[in-house]
T-cell receptor, first 115, second 114 residues
Framework: NAGVTQTPKFRILKIGQSMTLQCAQD?????MYWYRQDPGMGLKLIYY???????DKGEVPNGYNVSRSTTEDFPLRLELAAPSQTSVYFC??????????????FGEGSRLTVL | AQSVTQLGSHVSVSEGALVLLRCNYS??????LFWYVQYPNQGLQLLLK??????LVKGINGFEAEFKKSETSFHLTKPSAHMSDAAEYFC????????????FGKGTKLSVKP
C-alpha cells in the first residue's frame, strides 16, 4: 500500500541548476498538490491539479513548473534553482467527488538544499 | 482572504496533562476545518476534520476539536498527553468550493515531558 511516493528524499543543488521532484500516487485520486514547508511558516501551496491535463497556480508558484499527463504522476520542475528554494517539498493527493473536501494524503517529503 | 492563526509556536505539557492547541480562522462563511499532525521527518496525516453537522469532532489517538462559529475557533484538545503525542500540529482551513485547497497555519510544536 504505497500511497504517495516522492523521490528523491534529499538533494543538494547548485545555484542555477534544474531538477525535477517526482510524485506518484496509487489511490486513483483526482486531485494532487505540491506544498513547500519552511520552518515556522507552515505549508504553502505551489501548484495543484484537479485531473490529468489540468494544473493551476497556488500561493507561491514562481520558479516552479508542473505537468499532469497521467492521473498517477505529478512532477514538480525547478528551473534555475535559487537559495530561496531551499525547503522541504511535500506532494499530496485527495479525492473530491461529492463537493466535500477529502482528506489529503501526503508523501514523506523531499528535502532540497540550494547552495 | 482566508487565514489561520495558531497561538503558540511551541507548547510543552507533562505526560498525563491536558493538551490544548489553539486555532482561529478568518472567513466570511463557515469553512471546512482540519487538524493535521506531523511526526519528525514524515509527511502530514489527518487527525480530524469538521465539514458539517456536529460541532464536536473526534479524531484519531484520542484527540478532539470543537468548531465554535461565534469565536471563529477550532481548538484541538486531548485529556491526557502521551509521550507519543510529541509532534507538530497544523490547523488548516478550506473554503467551500475552493477545490479542496487548504490554507495551513504556521504550526504548533508539542513537547511532552515525562
Amino acid at each position: 500500500n504505497a500511497g504517495v511516493t516522492q523521490t528523491p528524499k534529499f538533494r543538494i543543488l547548485k545555484i542555477g541548476q534544474s531538477m525535477t521532484l517526482q510524485c506518484a500516487q496509487d489511490m486513483n485520486h483526482n486531485y494532487m498538490y505540491w506544498y513547500r514547508q519552511d520552518p515556522g511558516m507552515g505549508l504553502k501551496l505551489i501548484y495543484y491539479s484537479v485531473g490529468a491535463g489540468i494544473t493551476d497556480k497556488g500561493e507561491v508558484p514562481n520558479g516552479y513548473n508542473v505537468s499532469r499527463s497521467t492521473t498517477e504522476d505529478f512532477p514538480l520542475r525547478l528551473e534555475l534553482a535559487a537559495p530561496s528554494q531551499t525547503s522541504v517539498y511535500f506532494c499530496a493527493s485527495s479525492y473530491l467527488g461529492t463537493g466535500l473536501p477529502g482528506e489529503l494524503f501526503f508523501g514523506e517529503g523531499s528535502r532540497l538544499t540550494v547552495l | 482572504a482566508q487565514s489561520v492563526t495558531q497561538l503558540g509556536s511551541h507548547v510543552s505539557v507533562s505526560e498525563g496533562a491536558l493538551v490544548l492547541l489553539r486555532c482561529n480562522y478568518s472567513s466570511s462563511v463557515p469553512p471546512y476545518l482540519f487538524w493535521y499532525v506531523q511526526y519528525p521527518n514524515q509527511g502530514l496525516q489527518l487527525l480530524l476534520k469538521y465539514t458539517t453537522g456536529a460541532t464536536l469532532v473526534k479524531g484519531i489517538n484520542g484527540f478532539e476539536a470543537e468548531f465554535k462559529k461565534s469565536e471563529t475557533s477550532f481548538h484541538l484538545t486531548k485529556p491526557s498527553a502521551h509521550m507519543s503525542d510529541a509532534a507538530e500540529y497544523f490547523c488548516a482551513v478550506s473554503d467551500r468550493g475552493s477545490q479542496g485547497n487548504l490554507i495551513f497555519g504556521k504550526g504548533t510544536k508539542l513537547s511532552v515531558k515525562p
